[in-house]
């Protein structure tokens, strides 16, 4: 955190703090920890070897016990014997690899005669000097290379038997594509991005005269009699690979209604048209090559691949057309399948038509994968695809392996690097209670009194729910066991720890006496994470029967301003409800410490802090020394705390379970309350999917600063459709976090930049980091330049403003300093300058609070005998 500390000595005092009693049980609460099931689950399926954070898995044709795993950061890895495995360094690029968002080792294949040539290729970037010496800076290139493996050893290439076939200059870090596939007529087939950025910003889709970008290539890697060669391009290492004779495009005079230059033409083309074609798949029964294109603004698609194909990027995207146009007379080939950006979906990574009878319901099925975390399914039969089934969700999925030999299934994780196995389990054990009533969760459902083993509790910052108001209980099992808490992070709970989630909905805004009960959630903790469930009310309101698996939809009359309307309402799938209820960000969600930090009616009346309370009944293994510097959420409406800190406060309670370091999302910007805004990667950051036009020139950021149209947060917020967030269970517009959103950005002139904004003003761009650096002092006043900008200071003007004082009072000491505005300010104490570790200061004055305007705090102190030292900690939101 950014943070400039003050250093002041003064008498000692003393706080003392006792916790005592235990907590509740859920007792009489009849939802079983694992309820019998049969469904598709993803286990771990080498738990003894360590994480490999994989973009690919690649398995060896005809091969029953090898895997390949492809790191991004330029190592390809093999697992063997795969019922007792090994992992074994296969290839190291890794001092060569540029390893940046998209960009890295991404491709991998062996030809299939390895066991005679000992040949196989890797896709993957790095930086390339300017040739012949003629100086100038290195600049990115994708790469396609040639190994040998080691005669002595099937499982390691050697690094010094390189030989590439391409070199392709690249302008930018992502659309790289980069899969290779062999078929059975002994071509590499290599698929390749569009270059980048949104739009197909450098002007490579729909071209076959250009450059390696937006296609699928087909070389003649073996140099087969009869085949040609390549035309010239800076690119092509000559005499590496001849272009089949019978390639699509070899001869061809004009491509997507325009001529093409002969000399230019790239005859190693197989079909065009692609944005990111990631991954691809042959099928084993059939040799059809499948494509799967990454979508941009709405829609991921899976591809029969044909010869000399055009699929429409960047006229079309799946099959929706721009509002460009689409130029008369061009014949595009539609997706097999394709699917929308919603319910967390984001971008389709691998998947392989499955055959055989390993899996009954998945034979001459296309099986697929999507970061998100949903796993898909679709039959094909007659070159047709049937309707979509999820059957499980793993968020960070990169990419699958089905090995046809024995039918199983593996995935590749990105976000965690576990490989995991899709398996289809009979679990045991009770069933799902198919009504409300018989869950055992309230003893009286009128009145939504629950059993006495659930707590109800508040949250500061409720996740936006369609204008729902709701209730909530939580309670644990009568084990012994406790909660292992956690400052900043997600807490640990024991095994049967459930919650209790109700929704109202008012069926005509403002008027409570319309209030209707919508639905009533579930989650239980369990060895696999969380399951849930949501059971949804009948029109009396006197029971609520189980959704299925599935989710449901249905719409709600509503009116809003005297006028009535339809209001869908999303009842989640149990798929569903794990996009959120993630690895990375839980998998318990609102239930942490700064959501439930908070001031509150507590049991028999009194007023108290709720989190206080819940250390007190001792449920945690590791209970907090008090509550200051605790961190607490901050409503929107809480104009106490500043605009900014609300703002932090609504994307970490609705944004943060995907948006936060190694979250399953394309967009790395970091929703996390414990990460600065300067550090989050939000304020004028590029987007990386442009939101705001089609082909307007005008760039997209995450936030841009004074500008609504160009800031894809607000953009998300505040328009309805298949982009809007949060995701998941939500169609309506949030007014309060629109109007919020609105001031902040294009309103809040009293916002601070950022740092390096600061020091730019402050000292131009050229300065030297002795003069501007965060740590330099110029004028030497002992306040860092991070101090000075943190307390709005000068950094060339020694005469210091913000200051705290301490005064002696009779017994006691009293320390005052200015609480500035949008900062947060921490005392701290140790009882020695040097060799102890400060502490926070456990004072009602000393609490989380980031204030919207200036005031000045006085902490009335006892006096003691013992010296103690204290200094303020003063950071960013």
């Keep these: 955190m950014t943070q400039s500390t003050l250093i002041f000595l003064v008498t000692a005092f003393a706080l003392l703090a006792s916790v005592s009693g235990r907590a509740g049980v859920p007792a009489g609460v009849l939802l079983p920890e694992l309820p019998a099931e049969t469904r598709y689950v993803l286990e771990p399926a080498f738990p003894g070897l360590p994480p490999v954070l994989a973009a690919g898995i690649v398995v060896p044709p005809g091969e029953t016990n090898r895997l390949f795993l492809l790191s991004k950061s330029g190592v390809i890895y093999a697992i063997t014997n795969l019922a007792a495995p090994d992992l074994t360094t296969v290839l190291d690029l890794s001092s060569k690899t540029f390893d940046f ?183 084993v029964q059939t040799g059809e090559l499948y494509s799967h294109d990454v979508g941009g603004m709405r829609r991921e698609e899976v591809n029969r691949v044909q010869a000399g194909g055009n699929y429409g990027w960047l006229v079309y995207e799946g099959t929706l057309p721009w509002s460009f146009g689409v130029p008369p007379g061009v014949s595009y080939l539609p997706p097999l399948m394709e699917y929308e950006h919603q319910q967390g979906r984001i971008a389709i990574t691998g998947g392989a038509l499955i055959r055989g009878d390993a899996f009954p319901d998945l034979k ?140 109202d909905l008012e069926l005509e ?141 609504y994307l970490s309670a609705n944004c943060s379970y995907c948006h936060l370091p190694g979250g399953p999302t394309r967009a790395q910007w970091d929703a996390s309350l414990a990460t600065p805004l300067s550090r989050a990667r939000i304020m004028d950051e590029l987007s990386l999917v442009n939101v705001v036009d089609n082909l307007g020139g005008v760039e997209s950021f995450i936030v841009k600063t004074g500008s609504l149209h160009q800031s894809a947060i607000y953009r998300r917020v505040s328009e309805s459709g298949l982009h809007h967030m949060p995701p998941i269970a939500t169609s309506e517009l949030n007014p309060q976090a629109i109007q919020a959103l609105t001031t902040w950005i294009a309103q809040d002139t009293r916002r601070r930049p950022t740092l390096s904004q600061w020091q730019i003003d402050q000292f131009g761009t050229n300065a030297p980091v002795e003069l501007a650096g965060p740590n330099a002092d110029p004028d030497g006043d002992g306040l860092t330049n991070e101090g000075e900008f943190l307390l709005g200071e000068s950094p060339t003007d020694a005469s210091r403003e913000w200051r705290a004082l301490i005064r002696s009072s009779g017994d006691r000491v009293v320390l005052t300093y200015p609480r500035l505005p949008n900062r947060r300010f921490e005392i701290q104490w140790s009882p020695a300058l040097k060799g102890a570790s400060w502490r926070p200061l456990d004072h009602p004055d000393n609490r989380w609070f980031v204030g919207s305007v200036e005031a000045r705090v006085e902490l009335s102190l006892p006096v003691e005998s013992t010296p103690v030292f204290y200094r303020v900690e003063v950071s960013e939101p």
């Excluded at 089905?402 to 679990?427: F, M, Q």
Aim: charged share 20%.
């Design 101 to 283: 968002s998209e960009s890295g080792l991404v491709g991998f294949a062996l030809h299939p005669g390895w066991r005679t040539n000992r040949e196989a290729y890797v896709y993957y970037a790095t930086f390339v000097s300017p040739a012949g010496g003629t100086g100038g800076f290195p600049s990115l290139h994708q790469r396609l290379s040639r190994f040998l493996l080691d005669p002595g050893d099937p499982n390691r290439l050697l690094p010094d038997t390189e030989t590439p076939l391409i070199t392709q200059q690249d302008n930018h870090e992502t659309h790289n594509g980069g899969d290779l596939q062999f078929r059975s007529d002994g071509y590499l087939y290599v698929s390749l991005g569009d270059g980048g950025t949104g739009f197909d910003s450098f002007n490579n889709a729909q071209k076959i005269d250009g450059s390696f970008f937006s296609g699928i290539l087909r070389l003649d890697v073996d140099r087969r009699i009869g085949n040609l060669p390549p035309n010239p391009h800076p690119a092509v290492h000559e005499g590496t690979y001849l272009v089949p004779a019978d390639n699509p495009f070899v001869g061809a005079t004009a491509f997507a209604g325009k001529s093409v230059n002969p000399a230019a033409l790239r005859t190693e083309f197989y079909a065009a048209g692609f944005r990111n074609p990631f991954r691809m798949s042959v099928d």
């Design 509 to 649: 805004r403002g008027h409570p006496e319309t209030r209707k009960r919508i639905e009533t959630r579930v989650i239980v903790r369990n060895s696999d994470g969380v399951w849930g469930a949501t059971y949804r009310w009948n029109a009396s309101g006197t029971d609520a029967d189980l959704v299925p698996p599935g989710g449901l939809d249905e719409d709600l009359t509503v009116v809003e301003g005297g006028q009535q309307r339809i209001q869908r309402w999303r009842y989640p799938s149990r798929s569903e409800c794990l996009v959120c209820h993630n690895a990375a960000g839980g998998p318990v969600l609102g239930f942490h410490t700064a959501q439930l930090n908070l001031e509150m009616d507590l049991a028999g009346g009194a007023r108290g802090n709720q989190l206080a309370a819940l250390i007190a009944r001792g449920i945690f293994v590791n209970p907090p020394e008090g509550l200051a510097t605790l961190p607490a959420l901050a409503p929107l409406e809480d104009t106490r705390w500043s605009l900014e800190y609300r703002i932090k406060s």
């Design 364 to 503: 001459d099925h296309y099986l697929f994968t999507d970061l998100g975390g949903d796993i898909g399914t679709f039959p094909v039969a007659g070159g047709q695809a049937g309707p979509i089934r999820w059957i499980a969700n793993s968020p960070g999925t990169s990419d699958l392996a089905w090995i046809p030999e024995s039918g199983a299934i593996y995935l590749a994780n990105v976000t965690d690097g576990i490989v995991r196995r899709l398996l289809l389990r009979d679990r045991t054990g009770p069933p799902i209670p198919p009504r409300l009533s018989e869950t055992g969760i309230f003893e009286d459902l009128a009145t939504l009194r629950p059993v006495a083993s659930l707590t109800e509790y508040q949250v500061n910052v409720p996740f936006w729910s369609d204008y729902a108001e709701k209730r909530r209980w939580f309670g644990m099992p009568d084990t012994g066991e406790r909660i292992a808490f956690s400052k900043h992070g997600s807490w640990e709970f024991p095994l049967g720890s459930t919650w209790v989630k109700h929704f």
